[in-house]
C-alpha cells in the first residue's frame, strides 16, 4: 500500500466538530461518513481504545481520547466488550494503521464496519481543557461531503435532545435473556443496562453461574429464576429515567443479595431513596483514585459516567464505602442492614488497572 497517497487521501476528507457553545474543531474525517449529534467527553486512558469504544454506556456520546496515538494495535474479535459500537462518534488527535499481531483490521476501517463517523486531526488538548472549563457538550460532527456552514451545525447541536432525562439503558440492554456461564456454585442473574463482557467474565470465574436478562425484566420475573444474588450492571445516560429498573430493586432488596456497578450502584441508590446529580464533565478514564474507607487503601480504577450519587440527599440506611480522592464524591454504598452494595467505579477495568478486581471476590462471599 502507498500509505502517503492513503495519508493524503484522509487529509482531504474534511470534517469539524460544532460544540452547542459556538466552538469548532476543524480535522478530517475517518469511519463512517455519516454526520451525528452527541454529547462530547474525555477520556484519559492510555491505551484500550476498543474497549472504550465497544463499552455501551457511551452510548449517545462523542468520545475523546486524550493520548494522541489512535489506532496503533488495531482492533479484534476478543476485545469487543458489548455487540457492538454504541458510542455516537469518536475524536482523535491521529489515527494510526495496525501493527500487531493480535489484530485482524484497522480502526478506521472498524469504525467504518459499525457505521460509526470518526474525526482525526484535531487539538484534543485544546478540546479537553475546553470541556474541563466549560463542562460535557452537545455537539454536531460534520464528516460527510455534502457542505454545511458552522452556524447550521451549531444550532443543530444545540436542538439535539441531550442525553439528560433520557433512558438509554433500555435502548443499549440486551432484547431476549441469554445464559452466560451455565455452570458454578451459586447462581445470579445480571440486569443488562449496558453490561461489559469483562464483568460477565469476571463474575464467571468467581465460579458463578450467570444468566442475563434485559433491563426492563420485572423482578417477578427474577425471583421466579430463583437466584442466589441479582447483579446490577453498568449503563449509559440519566439513571433517574430507569424507573422501571428502580421499582424493580426496590422490590429485591432483602429478598436477594443484590451488587451493582457505575449505572446499577446509581440505581440502588435510588432504589434507597437516593437522589442522583450530573457532573460536570464526568469521569471517564482509567487512571481515577479511589479510597476503600474500610481498608484505608487506595485503588487505581477504571471510570465511565456522567452521574454520582448525591451525598447531600444520603438515606440514612445507606453508608459510604469508597470515596473519589480527585473530587470527593462517592464511589461505593453498603445498605447498612441488608445484603446489598455498589461501587461507581470499573473493578473489572478493561480497560484500566485491576485494584479493585476483589470486589467480585466479595459478592460471591456475600451468597
Known amino acids: ?68 496515538e489512535i489506532g496503533n494495535y488495531g482492533t479484534n474479535a476478543d476485545d469487543m466488550e458489548s455487540r457492538g459500537l454504541y458510542l455516537n462518534g469518536l475524536v482523535v488527535r491521529h489515527v494510526n494503521d495496525a501493527s500487531n499481531y ?8 472498524y469504525m467504518l464496519a459499525h457505521g460509526k463517523p470518526g474525526i482525526a486531526e484535531i487539538d484534543t488538548r ?21 457542505p454545511l456552514d458552522e452556524a447550521n451545525a451549531i444550532a443543530l447541536a444545540n436542538e439535539w435532545e441531550g442525553l439528560d432525562g433520557k433512558d438509554y439503558a433500555s435502548r443499549v440492554s440486551v432484547p431476549e435473556p441469554y445464559i452466560f456461564c451455565p455452570t458454578g456454585a451459586k447462581k445470579i442473574t445480571v440486569y443488562d443496562f449496558g453490561v461489559k463482557s469483562s464483568i460477565l467474565r469476571r463474575l464467571a470465574a468467581q465460579g458463578l453461574a450467570v444468566e442475563v436478562v434485559p433491563a426492563k425484566t420485572s423482578w ?15 449503563g449509559p445516560a440519566d439513571p433517574a429515567t430507569a424507573g422501571y429498573a428502580i421499582d424493580n430493586i426496590a422490590h429485591l432488596l432483602g429478598k436477594v443479595p443484590i451488587m451493582g456497578i457505575c449505572l446499577g450502584h446509581q440505581l440502588l441508590a435510588l432504589a434507597c431513596g437516593a437522589r442522583t446529580k450530573r457532573l460536570r464533565f464526568g469521569h471517564h478514564g482509567c487512571n481515577h483514585p479511589v479510597k476503600n474507607l474500610a481498608s484505608g487503601k487506595v485503588e487505581i480504577t477504571s471510570q465511565n459516567h456522567n452521574f454520582v450519587v448525591d451525598e447531600a440527599a444520603l438515606p440514612p440506611e445507606l453508608a459510604v464505602t469508597h470515596r473519589n480522592l480527585n473530587d470527593g464524591t462517592i464511589e461505593g454504598l453498603k445498605h447498612k442492614t441488608l445484603a446489598a452494595f455498589s461501587v461507581q467505579h470499573h473493578p473489572e477495568a478493561a480497560p484500566g488497572p485491576h485494584d ?11 451468597l
Open 102 to 109: 493480535r489484530s485482524t483490521g484497522d480502526l478506521a476501517g
Open 220 to 234: 417477578r420475573d427474577v425471583l421466579a429464576r430463583k437466584p442466589d444474588g441479582v447483579f446490577l450492571s453498568n
Open 1 to 68: 500500500m502507498d500509505y502517503s497517497k492513503k495519508w493524503q487521501a484522509m487529509r482531504e476528507r474534511k470534517a469539524f466538530l460544532a460544540l452547542a457553545d459556538g466552538m469548532v474543531f476543524h480535522g478530517t474525517a475517518f469511519g463512517a461518513r455519516k454526520d451525528a449529534v452527541g454529547e462530547v467527553v474525555f477520556n484519559t486512558g492510555m491505551c484500550g481504545y476498543q474497549e472504550i469504544i465497544t463499552d455501551p454506556s457511551y452510548a449517545g456520546q462523542f468520545v475523546t481520547l486524550t493520548a494522541p
Open 126 to 146: 485544546a478540546l479537553t481543557l475546553h470541556l474541563r472549563e466549560c463542562g460535557s457538550q452537545k455537539a454536531y460532527l460534520h464528516v460527510e461531503d455534502t
Open 356 to 366: 479493585a478486581d476483589c470486589i467480585f471476590a466479595e459478592f460471591a462471599a456475600l
